[in-house]
Nanobody, 114 residues
Framework: VQLQASGGGLVQPGGSLRLSCAASGRIFSINAMGWYRQAPGKQRELVAVISSGTSTNYADSVKGRFTISRDNAKNTVYLQMNSLKPEDTAVYYC?????????WGQGTQVTVSS
């Protein structure tokens, strides 16, 4: 199973980015999908998660600014990030749960700076 994340980059404060993460390989039934992030010197933290249905959960720091969604036909999870702040700067990782296993993507850098 491989997870390919994309969409990171450099953006000014107040700007927007959309991250994508596509799962491929021998993956049969995906349960939850999520995004985590890790800033320099900090622990990796949950940003948002979406269940196999439509249930979502967000970190308090991103509520109202970030939206997680998924396309089950494409085994892809998205993270729409609006009103970005410098403190959102981090490496963003996708994570997928399938049965008793979970898989991590390689990470994509998001830098919010003027």
């Amino acid at each position: 199973v491989q997870l390919q994340a994309s969409g990171g980059g450099l953006v000014q404060p107040g700007g927007s980015l959309r991250l994508s993460c596509a799962a491929s390989g021998r993956i049969f039934s995906i349960n939850a999908m999520g995004w985590y992030r890790q800033a320099p010197g900090k622990q990796r933290e949950l940003v948002a998660v979406i269940s196999s249905g439509t249930s979502t959960n967000y970190a308090d720091s991103v509520k109202g600014r970030f939206t997680i969604s998924r396309d089950n036909a494409k085994n892809t999870v998205y993270l729409q990030m609006n009103s970005l702040k410098p403190e959102d700067t981090a490496v963003y990782y996708c994570r997928v749960w399938s049965g008793l296993r979970n898989y991590w993507g390689q990470g994509t850098q998001v830098t919010v700076s003027s």
